[in-house]
């Protein structure tokens, strides 16, 4: 399973060329953005174990506990040697103090509460979640953290966090062959899966604000017609055709709002009149796109 962007940093990212971020969101887009490359680096580390091994790895797993009236979500579950390891990967840009008891803090001070109620409530979830399953095993949490430019002071031997200079180490040791079959276990997790948390926002579609034109989703530069048939990209070199260009302006709004009725005509209009709204609809008729 590939990696997704989660919704919301799929919202921001669309927002961020077809609007003006305020400061609020793009420091939250930022942080996103840090904590996705973040995943993505861990990913390439944990590949090679789970392709030698044939480990089962779960990645952004959204699920309900409290019977339904509480959500979380992990970003790794990793089923290795008959344990269960949850990796929660943090790329972040400052350094931070551990006490002896294991709690995080800002250098200034302040206590991290977002990391120090982290541990026990994942750990607490997924253990109920396994035996619900009919898979009750040992449960090891590592907080992954993946910038080799940070540090974190005060870390132990035995605290139970990895950095890029102890990782390696750690998955040699650990990352090993299961003796059962876990393929079961695997699809019983990800019939429990939400596709999307009950919590997520929904943007107006107010087609005035937006800013108009086809977006690379690459590098978010605006695509340049270059034929009847092909858009490009001055960004990074990425061509397109119009199929392709038109599927970008749905993906769009049903990124903001899948819930909105788009029409043809507004589609054409989102296009800056690129696309007329004659030639989407022959593509909808011919069963190329949905809308």
Known sequence: MTRKKSLN????????????????SVLTLQKLENGYEGELLFDQVLKKYKVQYGLIHVKDFLFEFDGGSKEIQIDNIVISHDACYIFEVKKFEFNLMMDDRNMFYFEDGRECTMLNN??????????????????????????VFINPNQTVYGMKKESPILLPNTMMRFLDNYMKPNRRDYRFLEDALNERRLLRSKHVNFYKIDLDTLRKGVYCKSCSTRLIRSSRYKYSCNGCDVKISTLDAIKCLIHDIRVLNPDYKMTSQFLSRLSDGEITGSAIRRYRIKGDVQY
């Open 9 to 24: 940093h799929m919202q921001l990212d669309v927002l961020n060329y077809r609007s003006t971020l305020d400061d609020e």
């Open 118 to 143: 982290q541990t026990e409530r994942q750990v607490g979830t997924v253990r109920q979640l396994l035996s619900d399953c009919g898979y009750p095993m040992a449960i090891h949490h590592r907080l």
